[in-house]
T-cell receptor
Framework: DTAVSQTPKYLVTQMGNDKSIKCEQNLGHDTMYWYKQDSKKFLKIMFS???????INETVPNRFSPKSPDKAHLNLHINSLELGDSAVYFC?????????FGPGTRLTVL | AQTVTQSQPEMSVQEAETVTLSCTYD???????LFWYKQPPSRQMILVIR??????QNATENRFSVNFQKAAKSFSLKISDSQLGDAAMYFC??????????????FGKGITLSVRP
Protein backbone atom coordinates (compact mmCIF):
# COMPACT_ATOMS: atom_id res chain seq x y z
CA ASP A 1 0.00 0.00 0.00
CA THR A 2 3.02 2.26 -0.56
CA ALA A 3 1.91 5.67 -1.86
CA VAL A 4 5.05 6.76 -3.75
CA SER A 5 7.68 4.12 -4.42
CA GLN A 6 11.10 4.33 -6.00
CA THR A 7 13.47 1.68 -7.27
CA PRO A 8 16.23 1.10 -6.56
CA LYS A 9 16.79 2.51 -3.07
CA TYR A 10 20.55 2.41 -3.55
CA LEU A 11 22.54 2.63 -6.76
CA VAL A 12 26.32 2.43 -6.98
CA THR A 13 27.91 2.81 -10.39
CA GLN A 14 31.01 3.92 -12.26
CA MET A 15 31.55 7.24 -13.95
CA GLY A 16 30.41 7.26 -17.53
CA ASN A 17 27.65 4.69 -17.07
CA ASP A 18 23.97 5.22 -17.84
CA LYS A 19 21.39 4.45 -15.16
CA SER A 20 17.68 4.80 -14.52
CA ILE A 21 15.59 5.37 -11.41
CA LYS A 22 11.93 4.42 -11.46
CA CYS A 23 9.07 6.07 -9.60
CA GLU A 24 5.47 4.97 -9.23
CA GLN A 25 2.59 6.49 -7.30
CA ASN A 26 -0.73 4.82 -6.51
CA LEU A 27 -2.43 7.97 -5.20
CA GLY A 28 -4.11 8.88 -8.46
CA HIS A 29 -2.22 12.20 -8.55
CA ASP A 30 -1.80 14.14 -11.79
CA THR A 31 1.55 15.78 -11.03
CA MET A 32 4.90 14.14 -10.32
CA TYR A 33 8.31 15.60 -9.52
CA TRP A 34 11.99 14.80 -9.24
CA TYR A 35 14.07 16.53 -6.58
CA LYS A 36 17.80 16.24 -5.92
CA GLN A 37 19.23 16.35 -2.38
CA ASP A 38 22.94 17.07 -2.43
CA SER A 39 25.63 16.13 0.08
CA LYS A 40 24.75 19.18 2.19
CA LYS A 41 21.13 18.00 2.33
CA PHE A 42 19.90 20.84 0.13
CA LEU A 43 16.78 19.90 -1.84
CA LYS A 44 16.12 21.31 -5.25
CA ILE A 45 13.51 20.69 -7.91
CA MET A 46 14.68 19.11 -11.13
CA PHE A 47 11.54 18.30 -13.12
CA SER A 48 7.81 18.17 -12.84
CA UNK A 49 5.26 16.45 -15.05
CA UNK A 50 1.54 17.02 -15.12
CA UNK A 51 -0.44 14.19 -16.68
CA UNK A 52 2.58 13.04 -18.72
CA UNK A 53 3.45 16.57 -19.88
CA UNK A 54 6.73 18.24 -18.85
CA UNK A 55 5.97 21.37 -16.84
CA ILE A 56 9.18 22.27 -15.02
CA ASN A 57 12.75 21.75 -16.19
CA GLU A 58 15.07 23.56 -13.83
CA THR A 59 18.42 24.07 -15.56
CA VAL A 60 19.29 20.43 -15.32
CA PRO A 61 22.03 19.07 -17.64
CA ASN A 62 20.56 17.33 -20.65
CA ARG A 63 22.23 14.12 -19.50
CA PHE A 64 19.15 13.86 -17.26
CA SER A 65 16.03 12.81 -19.12
CA PRO A 66 12.73 12.21 -17.36
CA LYS A 67 10.13 9.98 -18.95
CA SER A 68 6.50 9.60 -17.99
CA PRO A 69 4.85 6.62 -19.71
CA ASP A 70 1.61 7.32 -17.83
CA LYS A 71 0.54 9.65 -15.06
CA ALA A 72 1.35 7.08 -12.36
CA HIS A 73 5.00 6.72 -13.40
CA LEU A 74 7.89 9.13 -13.75
CA ASN A 75 11.30 7.65 -14.46
CA LEU A 76 14.64 9.41 -14.46
CA HIS A 77 17.36 8.34 -16.87
CA ILE A 78 20.88 9.67 -16.44
CA ASN A 79 23.50 9.35 -19.18
CA SER A 80 27.27 9.53 -18.78
CA LEU A 81 27.20 9.72 -15.01
CA GLU A 82 29.61 12.11 -13.31
CA LEU A 83 30.97 12.24 -9.77
CA GLY A 84 28.84 15.31 -9.08
CA ASP A 85 25.67 13.37 -9.77
CA SER A 86 26.12 11.54 -6.47
CA ALA A 87 23.11 12.54 -4.39
CA VAL A 88 19.77 11.35 -3.11
CA TYR A 89 17.02 11.65 -5.70
CA PHE A 90 13.43 11.99 -4.51
CA CYS A 91 10.31 11.44 -6.49
CA UNK A 92 7.12 13.18 -5.29
CA UNK A 93 3.53 13.49 -6.38
CA UNK A 94 0.64 15.83 -5.73
CA UNK A 95 -2.94 16.34 -6.76
CA UNK A 96 -3.41 19.92 -5.64
CA UNK A 97 -1.28 21.42 -2.92
CA UNK A 98 0.68 18.98 -0.79
CA UNK A 99 3.51 16.94 -2.27
CA UNK A 100 4.11 13.40 -1.03
CA PHE A 101 7.59 12.01 -1.33
CA GLY A 102 9.01 8.63 -2.14
CA PRO A 103 11.73 7.05 0.02
CA GLY A 104 14.56 8.41 -2.10
CA THR A 105 17.29 6.74 -4.16
CA ARG A 106 20.86 7.21 -3.03
CA LEU A 107 23.06 7.34 -6.11
CA THR A 108 26.80 6.96 -5.65
CA VAL A 109 29.07 7.50 -8.63
CA LEU A 110 32.61 6.11 -8.25
CA ALA B 1 12.24 34.22 -7.29
CA GLN B 2 11.22 33.01 -3.89
CA THR B 3 13.80 32.17 -1.22
CA VAL B 4 13.50 30.33 2.06
CA THR B 5 15.96 30.88 4.89
CA GLN B 6 16.58 28.68 7.87
CA SER B 7 19.41 30.39 9.68
CA GLN B 8 19.89 27.91 12.54
CA PRO B 9 21.74 24.81 11.35
CA GLU B 10 21.22 22.89 14.58
CA MET B 11 19.07 22.92 17.69
CA SER B 12 18.74 20.74 20.73
CA VAL B 13 15.83 20.21 23.10
CA GLN B 14 15.28 18.24 26.27
CA GLU B 15 12.69 15.49 26.03
CA ALA B 16 9.21 16.74 27.04
CA GLU B 17 10.23 20.39 26.53
CA THR B 18 9.14 22.78 23.80
CA VAL B 19 11.30 23.96 20.91
CA THR B 20 10.74 26.47 18.13
CA LEU B 21 12.37 26.21 14.71
CA SER B 22 12.65 29.42 12.70
CA CYS B 23 12.03 30.05 9.02
CA THR B 24 11.78 33.21 6.97
CA TYR B 25 10.96 33.56 3.32
CA ASP B 26 10.97 36.17 0.63
CA UNK B 27 8.26 36.52 -1.98
CA UNK B 28 6.34 39.17 -3.86
CA UNK B 29 3.27 36.93 -4.14
CA UNK B 30 0.24 37.33 -1.93
CA UNK B 31 -1.10 33.80 -2.20
CA UNK B 32 1.09 30.81 -1.41
CA UNK B 33 1.55 27.82 0.86
CA LEU B 34 4.16 27.03 3.47
CA PHE B 35 5.18 23.63 4.77
CA TRP B 36 7.37 21.96 7.31
CA TYR B 37 8.77 18.58 6.33
CA LYS B 38 10.63 16.21 8.64
CA GLN B 39 13.47 14.00 7.43
CA PRO B 40 14.55 11.38 9.98
CA PRO B 41 17.69 9.26 9.49
CA SER B 42 15.62 6.90 7.32
CA ARG B 43 15.68 9.86 4.83
CA GLN B 44 11.94 9.67 4.17
CA MET B 45 10.44 13.16 3.71
CA ILE B 46 7.39 13.39 5.97
CA LEU B 47 4.92 16.26 5.90
CA VAL B 48 4.55 17.78 9.36
CA ILE B 49 2.25 20.72 8.78
CA ARG B 50 0.91 23.04 6.10
CA UNK B 51 -0.21 26.67 6.21
CA UNK B 52 -2.22 28.54 3.60
CA UNK B 53 -1.16 32.19 3.33
CA UNK B 54 -4.76 33.38 3.03
CA UNK B 55 -5.62 31.89 6.42
CA UNK B 56 -4.97 34.06 9.43
CA GLN B 57 -5.33 31.16 11.84
CA ASN B 58 -2.12 29.30 12.59
CA ALA B 59 -2.13 25.63 11.61
CA THR B 60 -1.93 22.98 14.33
CA GLU B 61 -1.34 19.23 14.13
CA ASN B 62 -1.28 17.57 17.54
CA ARG B 63 2.03 18.60 19.19
CA PHE B 64 3.08 20.67 16.18
CA SER B 65 1.94 24.22 15.59
CA VAL B 66 3.16 27.16 13.55
CA ASN B 67 3.49 30.88 14.13
CA PHE B 68 2.73 32.41 10.75
CA GLN B 69 3.51 36.11 10.48
CA LYS B 70 2.65 37.09 6.91
CA ALA B 71 3.79 40.70 7.10
CA ALA B 72 7.12 39.68 8.59
CA LYS B 73 7.38 36.70 6.19
CA SER B 74 8.09 34.42 9.09
CA PHE B 75 6.94 30.83 9.57
CA SER B 76 8.21 29.10 12.70
CA LEU B 77 7.42 25.58 13.89
CA LYS B 78 6.76 24.86 17.55
CA ILE B 79 7.11 21.32 18.81
CA SER B 80 5.55 20.76 22.22
CA ASP B 81 6.30 17.86 24.56
CA SER B 82 9.30 16.86 22.46
CA GLN B 83 9.83 13.15 21.98
CA LEU B 84 12.91 11.17 21.03
CA GLY B 85 11.25 10.35 17.72
CA ASP B 86 11.17 14.05 16.85
CA ALA B 87 14.93 13.99 16.31
CA ALA B 88 15.39 14.66 12.60
CA MET B 89 16.20 17.29 10.02
CA TYR B 90 13.36 19.76 9.49
CA PHE B 91 12.84 21.62 6.24
CA CYS B 92 10.74 24.69 5.69
CA UNK B 93 9.30 24.93 2.17
CA UNK B 94 7.38 27.44 0.04
CA UNK B 95 4.98 26.82 -2.79
CA UNK B 96 3.25 29.36 -5.02
CA UNK B 97 -0.52 29.11 -5.11
CA UNK B 98 -1.21 28.42 -8.78
CA UNK B 99 -0.85 24.84 -9.95
CA UNK B 100 1.17 23.69 -12.91
CA UNK B 101 4.35 25.58 -13.71
CA UNK B 102 4.61 27.18 -10.30
CA UNK B 103 3.89 24.11 -8.23
CA UNK B 104 7.46 23.35 -7.22
CA UNK B 105 8.58 23.44 -3.61
CA UNK B 106 11.42 25.79 -2.68
CA PHE B 107 13.22 24.50 0.39
CA GLY B 108 15.32 26.06 3.10
CA LYS B 109 18.64 24.49 4.01
CA GLY B 110 17.12 22.57 6.90
CA ILE B 111 17.78 22.40 10.61
CA THR B 112 18.97 19.37 12.52
CA LEU B 113 17.00 18.86 15.72
CA SER B 114 18.37 16.60 18.43
CA VAL B 115 16.35 15.51 21.46
CA ARG B 116 18.13 14.85 24.75
CA PRO B 117 16.66 12.08 26.93
Amino acid sequence: DTAVSQTPKYLVTQMGNDKSIKCEQNLGHDTMYWYKQDSKKFLKIMFSYNNKELIINETVPNRFSPKSPDKAHLNLHINSLELGDSAVYFCASSQAITQYFGPGTRLTVL
Amino acid sequence: AQTVTQSQPEMSVQEAETVTLSCTYDTSESDYYLFWYKQPPSRQMILVIRQEAYKQQNATENRFSVNFQKAAKSFSLKISDSQLGDAAMYFCAYRSAPTGANSKLTFGKGITLSVRP
